[in-house]
């Protein structure tokens, strides 16, 4: 079940933090923060259905989106394969893991 509200600071089991060795002034922070701030401008809900498996965060699932256009990344499989490897496409999106056809 994925958690409604996620906090990239939170430590993992491995300690180590989402956020560790990201540069401060990387891009990806901003996007972060910014998403955090403005999404509930938006206002998007997520849809609430009694079948299937639970969904993904909307916001982390959007902030991902938006990190990979800004990098260029329009490869749906790739961006799947960041969102599971890479340190910083996982403090974008809350280390969420969705697969390719979530992400479509």
């Known amino acids: 079940m994925s958690k409604m509200s996620l906090d990239n600071g939170q430590s993992m089991f491995k300690y180590e933090r989402l956020d560790e060795g990201i540069p401060e002034d990387d891009c990806s922070r901003f996007i972060v923060r910014f998403m955090d701030m403005f999404f509930p401008v938006l206002n998007i809900e997520k ?27 329009t490869n749906i499989e790739l961006l799947s394969e960041n969102a ?21």
């Open 47 to 73: 849809k609430r259905e009694k079948k299937g498996c639970p969904a993904y965060p909307p916001r982390e699932m959007f902030k991902l989106v938006l990190y990979a256009f800004y990098r260029g990344l």
């Open 84 to 104: 599971r490897y890479h340190q910083i496409y996982k403090y974008v999106c809350g280390n969420i893991r969705p697969s390719e056809r979530t992400i479509r």
